[in-house]
């Protein structure tokens, strides 16, 4: 007899694959028949205090379902940007949770998300060791920044490199039809971390270059460096194509954008980078009196559902279907994890980490991955980067449009 109920969340930005570990815990809970009840929270830990959940069995009760669900971007459950407080600042919240928890007799939580979802994951199985609560507390991560410790990559990253590759390479055509002195900076989502930016080295092939210059958040960004190097690549080509991270920082450690008139926090105090590309764009400009053009890629990168890797969508839902295992093999307070045993050929395993000892950490790109000019990557790095945007994912088309999960359930 079927005797587990469990709650499924969603938190912080999407992705082009967050639906994907969703699908794969819906789909292991569905298929093991040991589960009563998948809940999932209608926006995060912050809709589930306001009792905000459905049951995701009742509308996802055939393979064609899941699979639809599969291949949607964003998130079908709805998002949060909530900070969970400690217990010690506020037990109310921890006991509200647990209330609803014991009432639909929950025994396992999977919540899917970056590193404050981590948190989150960590302050609950934590509260719930000091009361003796049997529940079970897993995160599975995603991101596109790459930036989660404790894991080779996190899923979700691999579309998002994917787009911003390809994005590159359709800029390099746009850009090559004129014979005259012109830049193109295109600002990169990465606060900290330069992952994302760095994966638009892939569009590089035996006939274009481009991205010319990489500029990333792990090392200082020097102006006077910059434009020298922009004089040394005209030296022998017309137009330029410069990847820039949102998030570099000038060499006294404050972020370029810091000082723009749109710089903003999100609920976490995060800064809201907005401006990079355009200031780099004026910058070049009165250097060089040419054609300077900056595109900000900004929520494309995540949720380009149309062009998303078939390796990242696969690897999401493993690592959601793994999750549920994993609880019920009676582990708690974990974060799911990918360990990469080979690069050629590309092959993984999925694990699992003290979520305690993740949350919070940011995985940054080494040094020695960046190459000595700090104004491109190496080739480990690239290496790396290559086998997690292979593949294309089958998107089935609607009046001439992708056809996605209807979420008319968020937009209510």
């Known amino acids: 007899m079927k005797k587990r109920n469990c709650f499924v969340g969603q938190s912080g930005g999407p992705t082009a694959a967050i639906n994907a570990s969703l699908a794969g815990i819906i789909h292991e809970c569905y298929n093991n028949r040991q589960f009563n009840h998948v809940y999932g929270m209608i926006n995060g830990v912050k809709g589930l205090l306001e009792n905000k959940y459905i049951d995701l069995l009742e509308n996802f009760n055939t393979e064609d379902r899941i699979e639809l ?5 964003a998130m079908y459950l709805g998002s949060c940007r909530f900070k969970l407080p400690s217990y010690q600042d506020d037990p109310q919240t921890y006991q509200q949770l647990f209330k609803v ?27 719930a060791n000091t009361i003796h609560s049997p529940i079970r507390f897993i995160g599975i991560p995603k991101t596109i920044d790459n930036d989660l410790m404790g894991t080779d990559h996190t899923p979700g990253f691999g579309s998002a ?11 390099a055509y746009d850009s090559s039809i004129y014979k005259l002195n012109a830049v193109t900076i295109v600002e990169i989502m990465g606060r900290n971390a330069g992952w994302l930016t760095a994966a638009s080295a892939l569009a590089r092939n035996e006939y274009s270059h481009a991205p010319d210059l990489i500029y990333l958040p792990e090392v200082p960004f020097s102006t006077k460096k910059f434009l020298n190097d922009i004089r040394e690549v005209f030296k022998h080509k017309s137009s330029i194509i410069i990847a820039v991270s949102e998030g ?38 009165k250097e060089f009196k040419c054609k300077v053009r900056s595109i900000e890629l900004n929520v494309l990168q995540r949720c380009a559902g149309h062009i998303s890797s078939l390796a990242d969508i696969d690897e999401s839902f493993e690592i959601g279907k793994y999750a549920v295992k994993t609880s019920m093999n009676g582990e708690t307070g974990v974060m799911m994890v990918f360990n990469r045993l080979s690069n050629d050929p590309y092959v993984i395993e999925c694990d699992y980490q003290d979520v305690t000892r993740i949350a919070n950490l940011e995985s940054r790109i080494p040094v020695e991955w960046i190459n000595k000019d700090h104004n491109d990557i190496t080739k480990e790095l690239y290496e790396y980067l290559y086998p997690l945007i292979q593949g294309e994912t089958k998107i089935n088309y609607k009046d001439g449009i992708p056809e996605y999960i209807d979420i008319s359930h968020l937009t209510k």
């Open 69 to 73: 669900l599969k291949t949607s971007p």
């Open 101 to 127: 928890f014991n009432e639909l007799e929950i025994t396992d939580f999977y919540y899917i998300g970056g590193n404050d979802s981590m948190d989150t994951v960590a302050k609950l199985s934590t509260y």
């Open 161 to 171: 490199a994917k787009y911003v590759a390809s994005s590159m390479l359709e800029i």
């Open 248 to 285: 570099i920082k000038n060499e006294d450690g404050q972020y370029l954008d810091s000082d723009s008139k749109y710089v903003k926090k999100d609920a976490f105090g995060h800064i809201l980078h907005s401006g990079t590309g355009k200031l780099l764009e004026t910058i070049v400009y």
